[in-house]
């Protein structure tokens, strides 16, 4: 069974603060995602991965950052954080080749910047 | 660029009812094509997903999707509606294996008893 798990679930912190969102798969998938979820948007690409050590800007990248330092873990970074950022945020696995890049997705982080 | 189009937020059915989600895509070349459901407060799961052979495509769940070439659509169909299918369901498309997905803005179903 895929596995993607998110931490922490919910998250509330202050304008100007920095946060982490961690992301763990146990799928062993090369490419990993991280979206954001917005009423009327849908999920947005913010910054996905192909590999250890490899990051790429998605279609909203901007004020977010990304770090993978395994194949297991991929990080979502926002130095500073900006009530704007207020979302939920999700994280998938994907590989390429056989599964169509059937993308599995962990069950979200609720980020409010207050 | 890729994008996809829902263009019903959203739908209210009684159960036992059919459902039918438009989905419509614009691409230049044949897309994978996926739908996604989401349940209250979870992740999203793959219903279905298509990108060569017969246009029909059965998934999960009862429900399947048709892909139409000329129309740019990839509609999802479930004969008789059960009231845990309310849910919010997105349609996504990709330019290849592997490759990052677009989504629709979803459209949030409710079966009602």
């Known amino acids: 069974e895929a596995a993607v798990t998110q931490s922490p679930r919910n998250k509330v912190a202050v304008t100007g603060g920095k946060v982490t969102l961690s992301c763990n798969q146990t799928?062993?998938?090369?490419?990993m995602y991280w979206y954001r979820q917005d009423t009327g948007h849908g999920l947005r690409l913010i910054h996905y991965s192909y590999g250890a050590g490899s990051t790429e800007k998605g279609d909203i990248p901007d004020g977010y950052k990304a770090s993978r330092p395994s194949q297991e873990n991929f990080s979502l970074i926002l130095e500073l954080a900006t009530p704007s950022q207020t979302s939920v945020y999700f994280c998938?696995?994907?590989?390429?080749?056989?599964?169509?890049?059937?993308?599995?997705f962990g069950p979200g982080t609720r980020l409010t910047v207050l | 660029a890729q994008s996809v189009t829902q263009p019903d937020a959203r739908v209210t059915v009684s159960e036992g009812a059919s459902l039918q989600l438009r989905c419509k895509y614009s691409y230049s070349a044949t897309p994978y094509l996926f739908w996604y459901v989401q349940y209250p407060r979870q992740g999203l799961q793959m219903l279905l997903k298509y990108y060569s052979g017969d246009p029909v495509v059965q998934g999960v769940n009862g429900f399947e999707a048709e892909f139409s070439k000329s129309d740019s659509s990839f509609h999802l169909r479930k004969a008789s509606v059960h009231w845990s299918d309310s849910a919010v369901y997105f349609c996504?498309?990709?330019?290849?294996?592997?490759?990052?997905?677009?989504f629709g803005i979803g459209t949030r179903v409710l079966v009602r008893p």
């Open positions: 998938a696995s994907g590989d390429a080749g056989g599964n169509y890049a059937e993308q599995f």
């Open positions: 799928n062993n998938h090369n490419n």
């Open positions: 996504a498309v990709s330019a290849s294996a592997g490759n990052k997905l677009t």
